[in-house]
């Protein structure tokens, strides 16, 4: 039994392997700036952040390694993000699914305007 779990783990690898060798000959896959950054501003910018994590751990082949994503996330805040990341519960800090939750929570969404909307003030 243990045998076949290991085959699995070996071919499931090479699967992703040959997978990302496949894309990168039909498709050209951009490196993602590696230069990703969260100051702490709104929940825009946090979106940004956690998806250029994201997307530079998949070009780097580590979109399964949360223990590096929350790594390199905790060492690429400044400012205010750095301040809120210091008052964290330890345990937020060490997960990174927690870590993305408490961004969000933190740093809602902010839904652009439409030019086309008209602004109405609540008296």
């Known amino acids: 039994m243990a045998d076949a779990e290991g085959e699995w783990c070996l071919l499931a690898a090479v699967s992703r392997i040959l997978v990302r060798m496949v894309l990168s000959q039909c498709v050209h896959i951009e490196t993602p700036k590696s230069e990703v950054v969260f100051q702490g501003i709104n929940g825009n910018e946090c979106e ?62 902010v839904e652009e305007r439409l030019d086309a909307e008209i602004a109405t003030p609540v008296w």
């Open 48 to 109: 940004a952040f956690v998806t250029g994590i994201r997307e530079l751990a998949f070009a780097k082949g580590k979109e399964e390694d949360s223990h590096w994503m929350l790594h390199y996330a905790t060492i690429r805040l400044r400012g205010k993000a750095l301040r809120w990341h210091a008052k964290l519960d330890p345990s937020v800090k060490k997960d990174w699914d927690l870590f993305v939750q408490a961004l969000f929570e933190a740093y809602p969404f």
